[in-house]
């Protein structure tokens, strides 16, 4: 399927943030007579939009759009949060080997899981640890070290509910031979200047607490500066109105859609209704939902390419290979053998309007106005 919604989630580095995933014909400037009805559907993946576009689409307001950003204000709750997690992250691990074992211990231990005398497959496992009372095990297994010693070898039976999800030990029970060998105790280092000095690139608490307040900055200056695109394109889109939706794009998007659910319940042996009814969802808002996306779709498109014909936005050759290139080395290298067999996946058209696209948010983010609310 080649709907914006399964290329977004397929293709999330790509600049595919909107319809424009599936638009494989780039807008030359000049507008043709072609019927808006008709589109060449080709090999499955070409959509022109190669007419006039202004019949259907009112595009609001888009150079000089107005945003006001949150101000970056981190506070010394903040600060003391982010120090707090440094410190949990930097925690090191004793073992003790005397005591006996209560609700919230952990405990490492050995076992091996019998069923009448015969070790079970993987029944084996050394060196695990553990927390007892915390339900991430077994409960009976966990309650059953509960008053046994450190070195204590300990024999517990489980019986299995005979609906037990693997079949080799549903219904049966298995003896575990258990081999309690220590404590495992998380010493989370003290805040202190000594342990800033030999642990940080600060010297003293206070510098440390100022340098993560600068980085806490950065960061939240980053994300506020990546959001600008989404905040600028949502508005655009608010402003604008489709006046008719053309019915080549919509049945394009709309059957597309349709298709892609329907194979994905085909591949799994199900009716489309079967597959539905695992979401809680029924034929009609399905039918509903293609319809929505195609809507969406659709006026991402023109919104995009009404854009880029007004203010000429285009790409070289070398625009795109580059962009392509970069898109490859950064986030596809380790899933393809070559630069040719991205290319070949996702197509030479698709690549180019994520670069055309992402140059028009930029134009976009360049001409709008940010202020800092007070």
Not at 165 to 187: M, S, Y
Not at 217 to 234: F, H, I, L, P, R
Not at 235 to 251: A, C, F, N, Q, T
Not at 303 to 329: D, G, Q
Request: charged residues 25%; proline residues 2%.
């Amino acid at each position: 399927m080649f709907s914006f919604l399964s290329l977004r989630s397929r293709i999330p580095v790509l600049i595919l943030a909107c319809a424009v995933s599936a638009s494989v014909l780039l807008f030359a400037g000049s507008c043709g007579t072609k019927d808006p009805s008709t589109i060449d559907t080709g090999d499955g993946s070409v959509l022109s939009y190669a007419f006039e576009l202004e019949p259907f689409i009112k595009v609001g307001k888009y150079k000089g759009i107005e945003i006001v950003l949150d101000p970056i204000n981190i506070t010394d709750e903040q600060v003391d949060q982010k120090i707090a997690e440094n410190l949990e992250n930097a925690a090191e691990y004793d073992q003790v080997t005397t005591g006996t074992v209560k609700s919230g211990d952990t405990v490492v231990v050995d076992y091996i899981g019998e069923i009448d005398g015969e070790e079970i497959e993987n029944g084996s496992v050394n060196n695990m640890s553990i927390s007892v009372g915390s339900g991430k095990f077994m409960d009976e297994f966990e309650d059953a070290l509960i008053g046994h010693s450190i070195g204590e070898t300990v024999s517990l039976d489980i019986a299995y509910p005979d609906d037990y999800q693997v079949a080799e030990v549903a219904g049966k029970t298995i003896t575990f031979t258990v081999t309690l060998k220590a404590f495992l105790i998380r010493n989370v280092p003290e805040l202190s200047d000594e342990w800033v000095y030999e642990n940080t690139d600060a010297s003293t608490v206070a510098e440390w607490k100022a340098l993560v307040k600068q980085q806490l900055e950065t960061k939240a200056d980053y994300e506020q500066e990546s959001q600008k695109s989404d905040m600028v394109w949502e508005k655009i889109m608010e402003g604008s109105e489709v006046l008719y939706y053309p019915e080549g794009p919509m049945k394009y998007y709309n059957d597309n859609y349709i298709k892609y659910y329907k194979d994905l319940a085909e591949s799994s042996g199900q009716t489309i209704e079967d597959y539905l009814a695992q979401y809680n969802i029924n034929y009609e808002q399905f039918i509903n939902d293609a319809k929505t996306n195609a809507e969406l779709s659709v006026k991402t498109d023109l919104v995009f390419h009404y854009i880029c014909e007004k203010e000429k936005i285009s790409i070289s050759e070398t625009e795109y290979l580059t962009k392509a290139n970069e898109f490859f080395e950064v986030y596809y290298k380790n899933n393809y053998e070559s630069f040719e067999d991205f290319v070949n996946d996702y197509g030479v058209n698709t690549i180019k309007l994520s670069v055309l696209y992402e140059k028009m948010l930029t134009w976009l983010v360049e001409n709008a106005v940010f202020a800092t609310a007070e």
